[in-house]
């Protein structure tokens, strides 16, 4: 489990993130939700280490986040960023970086590391593409290769920062679906998403964020009855029963 204890964060002469305290425990879906500008990537940066914190710790399973070696920390949790380059490589050799927190100088792969890799692969729908350039791929296809990489990682955390962005429907909830398989699995899953619906059907916990602050924390029920979502995002939210559970969507405000 990873605990964040009145954490704050920000850059040079910039707070963003002000005292912040939640879990992101295993089995379980972690949706961060807020406008933009809350706070949501800030508070994955700082989660990772790759922010420093201004206030407040981080413990992962119990041990200071700052006693960590980098290397100890990427075998721990891995990230999925909203935004990368996109580099002329073989999808396979993509992948396979993820498995670098396990390798020594010089970095020479497995057997099993490449097992890991294409199962990684597998699981995310790109196995086929593992000799295409990364370059020549669509968006849809290159995320599928980067949630492989992050899987190849094979870390009991896993933070995708707005991974649905800029996909079509099909993608989003092939990712979904895939962040469900994990957390069934045992592994945490944090997901910063910008759609509400979807972070209420899909997540365990919802954390709401806003000005940096965190506005709520709690169970997808208790978010949604609170009222909070309406308040920090100025819309309407709404749910309807149906045969594949409770559906939410989003209306102005008023409507």
Same mark, same amino acid.
């Given at each position: ?8 964060a ?9 005292e ?9 879906i972690?949706a ?9 990537s ?8 790759? $922010?420093?914190v #201004?206030?407040? %710790? ?6 200071p986040? =700052?006693?960590? @070696? ?10 999925l960023?909203?935004s990368r ?20 100088y010089?970095r ?12 990684a ?11 295409e350039?990364v370059?020549?791929l ?5 995320q599928?290769?980067? $949630?492989?990489? #992050?899987?190849? %990682?094979d ?6 920062? =707005?991974?649905? @962005? ?5 993608r989003?909830m ?14 945490a ?19 709401v ?8 924390w ?5 978010v ?12 309407g939210?709404?749910?309807m ?11 102005p405000?008023?409507?």
């Amino acid at each position: 489990m990873i605990h964040l204890e009145r954490v704050s964060a920000g850059y040079p002469g910039r707070p963003v993130l002000h005292e912040v305290t939640l879990d992101i425990c295993p089995g379980q879906i972690l949706a961060l939700v807020g406008p933009n500008g809350s706070g949501k990537s800030t508070l994955l940066k700082a989660a990772l280490g790759l $922010l420093p914190v #201004t206030g407040g %710790q981080i413990l992962y399973d119990g041990l200071p986040l =700052e006693k960590l @070696t980098p290397k100890e920390r990427a075998r721990k949790a891995a990230l999925l960023t909203q935004s990368r380059n996109t580099p002329s490589i073989q999808a396979l050799a993509m992948v396979l970086h993820g498995r670098f927190p396990y390798l020594s100088y010089p970095r020479r792969y497995s057997r099993e590391d490449e097992a890991i890799a294409r199962s990684a692969m597998a699981r995310t729908g790109c196995e086929p593409l593992a000799r295409e350039n990364v370059a020549h791929l669509s968006g849809g296809q290159r995320q599928g290769v980067y $949630l492989a990489m #992050t899987l190849a %990682q094979d870390t009991q955390t896993v933070f995708m920062d =707005e991974p649905t @962005t800029y996909l079509d429907i099909h993608r989003q909830m092939e990712i979904m679906s895939t962040a469900r398989g994990l957390a069934q699995g045992g592994k945490a899953v944090v997901l910063v998403l910008h759609d509400l619906p979807m972070a209420l059907t899909t997540a365990h916990r919802v954390a709401v964020l806003e000005a940096g602050a965190l506005a709520l924390w709690d169970t997808p029920e208790n978010v949604y009855r609170s009222g909070v979502l309406e308040r920090v995002f100025q819309v309407g939210i709404h749910r309807m029963d149906t045969p594949q559970g409770l559906q939410y969507y989003c209306t102005p405000k008023g409507l």
